[in-house]
């Protein structure tokens, strides 16, 4: 399952790799090594999907061998948990889209047993949780493997239609999903690490070793690297949800993957909330050694020349490599779309949608989890905050997959389900010099 999951991150890298570079080709600014990006961008999708179909065939027959029940005899009865042939060879994503929360919390919750793709997704997650060294499981539990994430408090009752009650009907139409906040870290390229099992660390040549000019016959001086680490350790983010059983009984449309997606969705804005502004540790905002734009005693608008020193203090430090840009929140980028970059009017320093656009030939995109409740001088708790950088130096490591608790006793009496979810993830910079950030940006 991880080489399959890899294969496809490595797909899904270079296609969006092709994407940038298309949108440079149409912005007219294309030369021989956006030409050469494009050539190694394809082959690189060229081996992903090569590899993605040689791990999907490994796991179809690999299931196919599971499937397989010995005929059983009077004297040497077996039993044998058989899969469905219908989820033979199934990928990842279909499993997930075959899932059925509802049914797993029912089942569950009643003692009766996981059954079918409940039961295998069930076994895949337990089986991810102990490769990570998680091997104790309380009675009643679910355990997802890591390419099904859940998580956030959001209570569902029948007899209360906003928090579940429209769903409780003879037709229903599709469920209008909430406006939630546009994740953006992972699209701006941070290097994701999966079923990691003991924390991890990075060994860091932090100062080079230095030449000296001499005469010949003159002792050289000596001269010694020098080295630390980087380490990822997993941090518990935890959530619970409280399921009715009417809800449970009578939903008529696919509420646990609306469930699903919510709780999905909570977890991953938690986690880049903690990547942003983690007080005190390795957030972006506040580890030490990031880059730093000031504008002024009360802080202030960005000009050209304020953009430009974003990128030229990640040039200075020998940073200015990989999956490189830009990110502002909303309300800085519509700023930046109406500032001009120079007198003569030559364009505007923001140019492009909130989520394709780009600044000095850098991708830019807009993100609601910045902080928005910054101070300096004068202004408190209003000021907003933008980033530049390498966002491939951002490592994000998971432990294991995410445990569901299934609890129908302590609110029993209301006729309640508690979903409790349990998820191990991780975050460091390898280099904190390789962003640039500014903690003091006007909002209007």
Same mark, same amino acid.
């Not at 469920?175 to 003991?198: H, N, S």
């Not at 938690?270 to 957030?283: M, P, R, V, Y």
């Not at 600044?359 to 995109?365: E, H, M, P, Q």
């Given at each position: 399952?991880? @080489?399959?999951?890899?294969?496809? +991150? ?15 080709? #149409? ?5 021989? %090594? ?32 599971? !499937? *397989? ?34 049914? %797993? ?5 009643? $003692? ?5 793709? @409940? ?9 991810? !949780?102990?490769?990570? =060294?998680?091997?104790?499981? =309380? ?34 139409? +599709? ?35 230095? &030449?000296?000019?001499? #005469? ?30 009417? &809800? %449970? ?32 540790? @390795? ?6 050694? #990031? ?12 000009? *050209? ?52 656009? +780009?600044? @000095?030939?850098?991708? !830019? ?7 928005? #409740?910054?101070?300096? $001088? ?6 907003? $905050? ?37 998820? *191990?993830? =991780? ?18």
């Amino acid at each position: 399952m991880k @080489n399959l999951l890899e294969a496809k +991150q490595a797909r899904t890298d270079a296609t969006q790799r092709i994407t940038e570079l298309r949108a440079k080709a #149409t912005a007219g600014t294309w030369g021989e %090594a956006e030409q050469s990006a494009l050539d190694a961008a394809k082959r690189d999708l060229d081996a992903a999907d090569a590899a993605v179909k040689r791990f999907e065939d490994f796991e179809a027959l690999e299931t196919r061998a599971i !499937a *397989w029940t010995p005929t059983a005899t009077a004297s040497n009865p077996v039993t044998v948990n058989v899969i469905s042939s219908e989820n033979r060879g199934d990928k990842p994503e279909n499993v997930a889209k075959q899932f059925r929360l509802l049914d %797993a919390v029912k089942e569950s919750a009643y $003692g009766r047993g996981l059954t079918g793709v @409940n039961a295998e997704i069930d076994q895949e997650g337990k089986k991810e !949780a102990r490769a990570a =060294g998680i091997d104790k499981f =309380g009675t009643g539990s679910i355990t997802l493997p890591s390419f099904m994430v859940h998580g956030e408090k959001r209570d569902m009752l029948a007899g209360t239609t906003t928090a579940g009650g429209y769903t409780v009907q003879t037709e229903v139409g +599709q469920l209008i999903d909430f406006l939630y906040p546009r994740l953006t870290v992972k699209e701006m390229g941070a290097t994701y690490l999966t079923g990691l099992t003991g924390n991890i660390d990075f060994p860091r040549n932090d100062a080079a070793a230095a &030449v000296a000019r001499t #005469t010949e016959g003159a002792t050289s001086t000596e001269t010694s690297p020098t080295f630390d680490r980087v380490q990822l350790t997993p941090v518990r983010y935890a959530a619970y949800t409280d399921v009715s059983k009417q &809800v %449970a009984i009578q939903s008529t449309i696919g509420m646990e993957n609306f469930v699903r997606n919510a709780l999905n969705s909570a977890l991953f804005r938690a986690l880049e909330t903690e990547i942003f502004t983690n007080s005190g540790s @390795n957030g972006l905002f506040d580890i030490s050694g #990031t880059n730093d734009i000031t504008l002024g005693t009360n802080g202030g608008d960005l000009t *050209w020349a304020d953009v430009v020193k974003f990128e030229t203090e990640v040039s200075a430090d020998n940073a200015d490599m990989g999956r490189m840009g830009y990110l502002f929140t909303p309300q800085v980028a519509g700023k930046l779309k109406a500032a001009k970059r120079d007198v003569a009017g030559n364009g505007f320093i923001w140019e492009g949608p909130n989520m394709e656009a +780009q600044v @000095n030939g850098y991708r !830019a995109k807009a993100s609601n989890l910045l902080p928005k #409740t910054l101070s300096k $001088g004068g202004f408190t708790s209003v000021l907003h $905050g933008g980033l530049f950088g390498n966002w491939e130096e951002l490592i994000i490591g998971q432990w294991g997959g995410v445990d569901l608790l299934i609890n129908p006793y302590t609110k029993g009496k209301e006729a309640l389900i508690e979903v409790i979810l349990n998820a *191990w993830f =991780g975050f460091a910079v390898r280099h904190a010099a390789s962003f640039t950030k500014c903690d003091e940006l006007y909002p209007s």
